[in-house]
C-alpha cells in the first residue's frame, strides 16, 4: 500500500458519499456520520474534510439543480473517484488482517 494520506475521519466522509450517492451533499453527509458515529459534528469541519480529499483526488463534485427548498441554492453534490474505492479497499484488507489475527492469538476483541 502506498501513502495514501487519508485519515481517519477522511475515511468515514468519504465512506459516508458512496453510500449516499447522489444524495452526498454538505448536509446529507453531516447527517450520516452523525447518525453512525452518534456525535455532533460541525459543517466546517465536514467541508474542509471534504475541499482535501477533492484536492488529493478522492472525490470530485459538481453542482445539483437550484430548489425553492434551498432558497434558489444548488447543492454541491460529491461522488468517490476509482481511486478513492481502490484505497478505501486497501484499507479495509489491512484492517481485516489485523482483526483476523487478533482473534487468531485470542485476544478479546475491543
Known amino acids: ?10 475515511e468515514l ?7 449516499l450517492r447522489e444524495d452526498a451533499y454538505g448536509v446529507e453527509i453531516k447527517k450520516e456520520l452523525e447518525k453512525r458515529m452518534e456525535d455532533r459534528l460541525s459543517v466546517g469541519s465536514i467541508q474542509s ?8 483526488g478522492f472525490l470530485t463534485s459538481e453542482f445539483g ?3 425553492q427548498k434551498r432558497g434558489g441554492k444548488r447543492k454541491r453534490i460529491y461522488n468517490a473517484t476509482p ?11 489491512i484492517r481485516e488482517g489485523f482483526w483476523t489475527q487478533i482473534a487468531s492469538q485470542g485476544l478479546r476483541t475491543i
Open 1 to 10: 500500500m502506498k501513502k495514501t494520506k487519508l485519515g481517519e475521519f477522511e
Open 13 to 19: 466522509v468519504l465512506l459516508s458519499v458512496i453510500v
Open 49 to 56: 474534510a471534504l475541499k482535501r480529499m477533492e484536492e488529493k
Open 65 to 67: 439543480e437550484a430548489t
Open 83 to 93: 481511486y478513492a474505492e481502490k484505497v478505501l479497499n486497501e484499507i479495509r484488507a
